[in-house]
């Protein structure tokens, strides 16, 4: 997630060169071939070009439209598995330390299920940084996460299995193909357990029950993000209309711009430059919003999102060597 309040300009060149490039090329080709090659039947009319951009603009925005819903929707889960993970390690410890029939145990019991929900966060966090066939693999998405990941580990789950879960726990959970869920089966077993035990009564099970199962509701809603693209037949059409309009631009305006006479006809290119690099712009920022666990600068910081709820929880506890919080790496939050 990148974090100034603006972009940088080294960034904005970094997304809009190949743009530029594009626009360009598509110019300078219009140009010669009506200038300098005499071909004047390559100045199309204005106005079906004209069509084709306000129609582009209807779909791009459409596009837009939805991979923003998908980024805001995935930052919305992760707000609620804030709240859910503080709210599960409030009640924990408030129901298992105050049960009846405490014992001895209690201690223990809270700190093993809290531990257990933080390696929790690890293995989601590890699932959702997974790589899906329809995430970008170009080179500016290699450039960043080779760059990035310099700086900081991202591989933070089997540390995590280590520090928060018991010896058995570990051998077992390397044996699952989902260890978020289940873990959190886990410990709906053990509250299941302390229940039949003594240490929680009816009411403080069932509750304790219902937020596992809120719990289990965000991570649904978190993988169905990651494992869901948005339609392929709106990326894949979105980005030919914008190579048709962009094409077709500078064709369309030599007309308009041949009028100024030979001596100001050039004009096009500038012309021709900024209008491409907004639709082409507009079409990069919905490409690479559409998943928002991909890692890029853009994207949801999940990293920082579990070390400030793991350091919450183990404040919690009473635990005096916390973590430190992630800090921006180049101006952006992981």
Do not use: C
Request: hydrophobic residues 45%; aromatic residues 14%.
């Amino acid at each position: 997630m990148y974090i100034k309040r603006q972009f940088s300009l080294m960034i904005i060149y970094f997304i809009s060169w190949r743009l530029i490039l594009w626009s360009l090329f598509t110019g300078l080709l219009a140009l010669s071939l009506y200038q300098y090659v005499g071909w004047k039947w390559v100045a199309i009319p204005w106005l079906p070009v004209s069509l084709i951009g306000t129609a582009v603009a209807f779909y791009v925005g459409f596009k837009n439209n939805q991979s923003y819903d998908r980024s805001w929707e995935a930052r919305k889960v992760w707000g609620g598995i804030v709240n859910l993970s503080r709210s599960f390690a409030a009640a924990t410890r408030a129901f298992i330390s105050d049960a009846p029939n405490a014992s001895a145990e209690a201690d223990k019991e809270k700190r093993i299920i809290i531990y257990r929900h933080i390696a929790w966060l690890y293995a989601l966090r590890h699932s959702m940084g997974q790589r899906t066939f329809w995430e970008h693999e170009d080179n500016q998405s290699r450039r960043q996460r080779k760059f990035f990941g310099k700086h900081f580990n991202f591989q933070v789950f089997e540390k995590a299995v280590v520090t928060y879960l018991s010896p058995e726990e570990q051998e077992w959970i390397r044996t699952k193909q989902n260890a978020a869920a289940q873990l959190l089966d886990r410990q709906s077993q053990h509250i299941a357990s302390l229940y039949s035990h003594g240490l929680i009564d009816n009411f403080r099970h069932v509750e304790l029950q219902r937020l596992i199962t809120e719990i289990y509701g965000e991570q649904g809603r978190s993988e169905r993000i990651k494992n869901t693209p948005l339609p392929r037949q709106y990326s894949t059409t979105s980005t030919i209309f914008i190579l048709i309009f962009t094409f077709l631009l500078p064709f369309g305006m030599l007309s308009e711009f041949g009028e100024m006479g030979a001596s100001l006809i050039w004009l096009l290119i500038p012309f021709n430059l900024v209008v491409s690099w907004v639709f082409t712009l507009m079409e990069y920022v919905g490409d690479y919003s559409e998943n928002p666990f991909e890692g890029l600068i853009n994207d949801i910081p999940l990293t920082a999102i579990v070390r400030n709820i793991e350091i919450d929880l183990l404040d919690m506890l009473g635990e005096k060597n916390l973590p430190e919080k992630i800090k921006p790496i180049g101006d952006v939050l992981f």
